[in-house]
Structures are given as C-alpha cells and as structure tokens.
C-alpha cells in the first residue's frame, strides 16, 4: 500500500547519479519537480529524462548542470536551451517505442514521478490525461511517487492503476495545465479547407494541436461517420464528438471509442473526458504501432514540419544541426496510413516562416533531420495548395512542390534545385 507524505519527503528518495522519468505534456507533476530541484545542493548527476512537459521545468536551469541533466525524448520550449547550455542532451526515438527502451532495461529507471486522480473506493488511480510511456516507466522503475491530485481528469483505457503500485503519495489541489485553441488566421484557415478536402466519410483522423488541426476540423462539420485513432487531441475534435460526426464506429481498432494516448487543451477538454468511456488512453505502444494504425480503414495522418525539401523529404525536428523538438509519432503515423486501405499520410505547414523565409526547399539545411523520408509521404499541404507526390518521379514531385511554395521563392526553388542535379 503507498503512504501519503509531504513533496519534500517523497523526493529525498532521489539519489546521486540516479535517472528520474517525469509524466509528459499537461500531467508534468510540477509539485514533485519543484521540490527535487530544492534540493540540488545535496544531489549530484541526477538524470531528469522526459518528453515534451507543460509548464515549467526548474530543473532545467544551467546554474544546476552539476546536479541535474535533462535526457529529453521530444524537447519541448522549457528545455530547448539546455542542448546549447551543455545541461541537456537529446535521445531520438519513435513515440511508439519509447516504452520498449524501458522494458529492456535499455534506459533502466531508478525514479518515476506521476500524476493520478485519487483512488477511487477499491483503490484505484488514473493517470489522467497522458499514459505515453509512464506506464512502462511504473513497471520498471525501483520507486514510484505519484502527485495525486482530485483536479486530474480519471480517463479510460491503460491508465488505470491500483494505489499499492505507487510507493509515496503527494496530495496537490493544482489546475491541470492549460492550453486554448488560438485564433485561426486567415492563412491557416485556408491550409484546413485543403486538408477537409482529402478526408472522405468513414475516415478515422490523426492530427495534433495548433489552428492548423483546428481549422481543419471546423470544416468538417458536415462529415459522416469519422473516427479518431491519434497520438494526441484537443478541443477541436470536441463539437464533432457531441454532434455525431465523429462516432468511430468504422474504425477497426477500438471500434466505438476515440483513442489517444495524451491531451492537452483547455478545461473544457478535461472536463469533457473525465469519467468519459468514449474517450481511451492506451499507451504509445499501442495507439502509435502501425501495425495497429495501418487496420483502419482511410487512415488520415496530419502532420506539420519545420520544411520539406522539393522531393518530399520531411525535416521536422530541428533548424539545420540545431534540435527543436523531436521525432515524436509523426513517422509511426505516416506510415500506419500510408499502408492502411485508402489512406492518406499528409504533411501540412505554411509555405514560408514568419520572417518570411521559404519552408518549401530545394534541399534541407546542413544538418537537419529527415524524421519522414520522401518514400513515406503522400501529400503535401501549404495555403498555395496541394502537392500530390505519391508514385511520382522525383522531377515531377519538384514540379508539384514549386506549385504550392510562396510565389515570392517559387522561381528560386526550381532554378537552384535543377541545377543541383543537373551539376551532378
């Protein structure tokens, strides 16, 4: 049976040299966090390792580097500047196997903190809003301490586990992290009439945060029939849910029920999820495998990028050499849909950066990382249009891909990509 203790005691179970996995995105158990970076002068080499947190990270700070380094699986804002600082290091993985690099003791544990709903009369928790790894993290690591809170929404699925399975419990009264909807530009909202355009009835969605999934899903009110099978989901997919436009009752796996394996949005999403069996949080194992993905009849993933090449190669995780965030599940997703029967694996983002400098390339920068290969993708989407490159040569995806980059870059593109391989 787990005991309840103050912030302060559960983390003096923190050791020198031990590696701690933090619960990702809006469950970050920030009470827990906080109070192990109060202890920095006493610890040493500790290795903090997460995905992309909420909120902030005081760990993080480079001042600490002697007492924290953080291991990140997707580098999220709270933590990008530790690659630079020295205090941070970045692991590239697929969501998908993630749990794997627990399970075989790849990256054994010593610490994992939690965030979970308070046990309920037979004595069971949820991890709430985000199972990812954490479950693989629970089985393997030595202690487990959990940030129980009554505000942490009880979800369906994975993420439910019994209190005797927690060695410390924390009790907090903290709002779950944030975050709204945005307003949709003009530009994005022109991005999301394209992406409606592709998605047939009977179509089970993949898609992630920002106005560009938002404005999409606005447009897909009159729709039949869809299906949601996703790495994450927000606000967004709530009004399609409650007018019966997204009932999943054609998608193969999780028949009936929207399936994800993290949220994030606003109180409204977690209100609209707690206690709720339509909605399911299975582990990233499990939503991300595209053996899973690939048995959903017209599969749409909808990813973004940081640019993309005029050959259909994705970079997604970093500006040239300079990490940004990670591979994440983009590629599990492609790749899922690209296999399923009539899919679509789809790469949205618009054609030029806020400078004004050209996402639409005619090569990557030095250094960038290709985290969807041009073999995988299918369509790519920027506010000039739709550029299909599936089963087109390499010349012809150029010709495509000039189409929907900025007019102000398009001649450029093709004069400096054609002489590259014409120079060969």
Request: aromatic content about 8%; proline content about 4%; glycine content about 8%.
């Amino acid at each position: 049976m787990g005991k309840y203790v103050s912030a302060e005691e559960a983390v003096k179970w923190v050791k020198s040299n031990d590696r701690v996995y933090v619960q990702a995105a809006a469950a970050a158990p920030s009470i827990l966090t906080k109070a192990l970076t109060l202890r920095a002068s006493e610890l040493q080499n500790v290795e903090v390792c997460h995905l992309h947190t909420e909120g902030e990270a005081p760990y993080a700070d480079p001042a600490l580097a002697n007492s924290f380094h953080v291991n990140s699986f997707f580098i999220g804002k709270n933590v990008r500047h530790t690659l630079a600082a020295g205090n941070g290091s970045y692991t590239p993985v697929f969501l998908s196997e993630l749990p794997y690099l627990f399970r075989k003791k790849v990256v054994p544990l010593d610490v994992v903190f939690i965030h979970v709903s308070p046990p309920d009369s037979h004595g069971y928790c949820s991890l709430g809003v985000s199972v990812e790894a954490t479950l693989a993290a629970i089985e393997n690591a030595k202690t487990v301490i959990a940030q129980v809170n009554p505000q942490m929404p009880r979800t369906f699925g994975d993420g439910i586990l019994h209190v005797s399975e927690i060695n410390y419990l924390v009790e907090v009264n903290t709002p779950i992290y944030g975050q709204g909807s945005g307003v949709i530009s003009l530009l994005e909202d022109q991005i999301g009439t394209y992406i409606a355009s592709l998605i047939e009835d009977k179509s089970t969605l993949q898609m992630g945060i920002g106005s560009i999934p938002n404005a999409a899903l606005r447009k897909l009110s009159n729709h039949k029939n869809l299906g949601l099978h996703t790495e994450m989901f927000s606000d967004g997919v709530i009004d399609l849910i409650e007018s019966g436009v997204i009932n999943c009752n054609y998608k193969k796996i999780g028949r009936g029920r929207a399936l994800a394996t993290f949220l994030i949005g606003s109180q409204r999403l977690y209100d609209f999820v707690n206690d709720n069996p339509f909605v399911e949080l299975r582990e990233s194992s499990y939503v991300n495998d595209t053996s899973n993905i690939r048995k959903n009849p017209k599969m749409v993933a909808i990813n973004s990028a940081i640019e993309v090449d005029v050959t259909g190669q994705v970079c997604a995780d970093s500006i040239g050499a300079k990490m940004y965030s990670g591979v994440g599940g983009q590629m599990d997703f492609i790749r899922g849909a690209s296999l399923s029967e009539g899919g679509k694996a789809i790469i949205a983002l618009p054609s030029v950066t806020k400078n004004g400098e050209s996402r639409i390339v005619p090569f990557l920068k030095q250094g960038a990382g290709v985290v969807s290969t041009r073999s995988h993708v299918h369509y790519i989407i920027t506010e000039n249009g739709i550029a299909d490159l599936y089963g087109k040569t390499l010349k012809q995806r150029a010709v495509e891909m000039v189409k929907i980059a900025h007019p102000n870059h398009q001649e450029r593109i093709e004069r400096e990509y054609f002489a590259m391989i014409n120079s060969q």
